[in-house]
């Protein structure tokens, strides 16, 4: 397995542990993505496993979309198990495919985006009243990667960086870099 792989599914299985825990009554909650609530947030979680399940069988990210949940855990699962059987197939991390970002490797891709869950962890975790708890080498790569990539960040779901401690912990910085209040 790929250290971008290995990233990318350990901060899958962190959003999904917060997903499990999620009460029925908090899908409704509002989040820390401004506009979206928890429901919106996974079914933007579901919605990205979709597409890189697409592009890890050939199928380029233009053709994804932000699905419409029906039963929000369930839904989550399916695409969960989705995503990880259509990364486990052999050479699915070397197809390359549209992205977003130009054409890239699965692989690369996926290194990319890890970041995605991982932010999200935190978003759903908020909006449903549970404890942020997100894996420190995760949390300093992904605030790394989004330190490098600076002001090509900011937009829709991004805001301007909110000013945090030298001495705040990753978690804080990762989750202030990328426009929230930690």
């Not at 079914?43 to 990210?61: D, L, Q, S, T």
């Not at 695409?79 to 692989?107: F, K, M, N």
């Not at 997100?134 to 990539?149: I, P, T, V």
Request: proline share 6%; glycine share 8%.
């Amino acid at each position: 397995m790929s250290a971008n792989r290995r990233r990318y599914v350990k901060a899958l299985y962190g959003f999904d542990a917060v997903v499990q825990r999620v009460e029925e009554s908090c899908w409704g909650s509002e989040s820390p993505c401004e506009g979206w609530s928890a429901l919106d947030v996974l079914a933007h979680n579901v919605g990205m496993c979709e597409m890189i399940a697409g592009i890890a069988r050939g199928i380029p990210a233009d053709t994804a979309q932000h699905p419409t949940l029906g039963n929000p855990k369930k839904d989550w699962i399916d695409a969960r198990d989705d995503v990880l059987e259509a990364l486990d197939q052999p050479g699915a991390l070397e197809i390359e495919v549209g992205t977003p970002w130009g054409h890239l490797a699965v692989d690369r891709f996926v290194g990319i985006v890890a970041v995605d869950p991982l932010l999200h962890t935190f978003d759903l975790a908020k909006s449903s009243g549970q404890a942020v708890v997100l894996d420190e080498e995760l949390a300093k790569a992904a605030y790394n990667q989004l330190e490098k990539a600076g002001d090509m960040i900011r937009g829709e779901r991004f805001g301007p960086a909110v000013p945090v401690a030298p001495d705040a912990s990753i978690t804080d910085k990762l989750i202030a870099i990328a426009g929230r209040n930690p």
